[in-house]
């Protein structure tokens, strides 16, 4: 039984975890398989968590809202697999969004999620304003000051999560770990990936060999800074009701990390095939030999033997943060949406359709002529998009 330990990088986009600015996340590339297209099943924490955990999508997960819903009774997390099979199972994480209320601790031996409350002293799991949220995060060097903790009384196998929040709104650097950071976002980023390199040091001084490890490092979505990145969206770029993350589904939010390495599996490995997160939990099941059940995700194994070569998977996403955005009146014309992103195995073609849900508003996108997403063809039932 090999020792496995998850990394959410929390709100890091993939084209800045994929610069080559955090050797923390090159360490890990170097070492594993790099899944170049990666997309998130939401563009929110508890949403996108539990179909990582579950291998589930969110209609049948349960949690599709920020604040309305918790862990459908009939899924099963990967953590209570695990434990089952005889895993010590921990988990530190630190945000609002993975508070035990969504029931996202189950089948953890340990879950600390404790953060402090908001600067005004109220209670931030009840705040559905997704910046303010922000405020209230366990920072990086706690996470893997407890994280380590737990390790130091493990003897047998465990599966260790650790979350990071730094990379979350408010972007405010403590410390200066890349001087190649092109935005106050990307120092967050590099503070995050420092701390993660601590992490690792630290398993492997505490007797837990990285090459005996299989780790698995993603983040749940990306953030759309406003302009500060050619495919931003938000603010005064036409979206004003969208703050970083959880109203759109374009590319800077469901564009994530993905990297996946351990025993046995081939070292810096780039696939290019695009997967999904909800891919996660059935691969590290068929990895360990158990038995996957019903799931929405499909194991990425076929990857791991091929030098990166897999078929691509379509890619579904979905927010309904809308609904809970337009409840202070401010735009209360705001829909829930979804998205289905393809990518051909020909010529790496890409195609997304976005659709409002509940309307017939549709939108095309070719995302090898229009890679950020900014000229969206209007659909209607008869006209098709051209290929």
């Given at each position: 039984m090999h020792n496995i330990l998850f990394v959410s990088l929390d709100t890091v986009r993939a084209d800045v975890a994929y610069s080559g600015k955090m050797p923390g996340i090159e360490s890990l590339r170097r070492d594993g398989v790099t899944f170049r297209q990666a997309i998130s099943s939401?563009?929110?924490?508890?949403?996108?968590?539990a179909s990582v955990f579950t291998g589930l999508q969110p209609a049948r997960h349960g949690i599709r809202h920020l604040l309305r819903e918790r862990l459908a009774p009939e899924a099963t997390t990967l953590a209570e697999r695990l434990k089952a099979a005889g895993y010590a199972t921990g988990a530190v994480v630190s945000c609002?969004?993975?508070?035990?209320?969504?029931?996202?601790d189950r089948g953890f031996d340990h879950y600390d999620d404790e953060i402090p409350r908001l600067p005004d002293g109220s209670d931030p799991l009840t705040t559905p304003d997704v910046k303010k949220r922000g405020l209230a995060l366990k920072?990086?060097?706690?996470?893997?000051e407890r994280a380590l903790a737990w390790l130091e009384q493990q003897e047998g196998p465990f599966f260790l999560f650790a979350h990071f929040f730094d990379?979350?709104?408010?972007?405010?650097?403590?410390?200066?770990?890349c001087s190649e950071a092109a935005n106050p976002y990307e120092g967050e980023v590099a503070y995050s990936d420092h701390h993660l390199q601590r992490l690792l040091r630290g398993m492997e001084e505490r007797g837990h060999a990285r090459q005996d490890t299989l780790i698995v490092c993603f983040s749940d979505h990306g953030e759309d800074l406003a302009g500060w990145y050619p495919n931003d969206h938000a603010g005064s770029l036409g979206?004003?009701?969208?703050?970083g993350h959880g109203c759109l589904l374009f590319d800077a939010?469901?564009?994530?990390?993905?990297?996946i390495g351990g025993p046995g599996l081939p070292r810096g490995v780039e696939a290019g095939g695009q997967v999904r997160l909800v891919d996660i939990a059935p691969t590290v099941l068929d990895l360990l030999g158990m038995d996957k059940g019903d799931l929405d995700g499909l194991s990425l194994t076929e990857f791991f033997g091929t030098g990166g070569e897999g078929a691509s998977r379509p890619a579904y996403s979905e927010t309904y943060y809308p609904e809970e955005r337009r409840a202070?009146?401010?735009y209360p014309g705001l829909s829930p949406l979804a998205a289905v992103r393809l990518q051909d195995d020909g010529e790496g073609g890409r195609r997304k359709v976005i659709w409002q849900i509940g309307t017939d508003t549709v939108e095309y996108y070719d995302l090898r002529a229009d890679p950020?997403?900014?000229?969206g063809q209007r659909l209607s039932a008869e006209a098709p998009p051209q290929a």
């Open positions: 939401a563009p929110f924490t508890p949403v996108s968590h609002p969004g993975l508070n035990k209320w969504y029931g996202m920072r990086a060097p706690l996470v893997v990379a979350h709104w408010p972007y405010e650097p403590p410390e200066n770990f979206h004003p009701y969208e703050e939010t469901q564009h994530v990390p993905l990297i202070d009146g401010q950020h997403e900014l000229n």
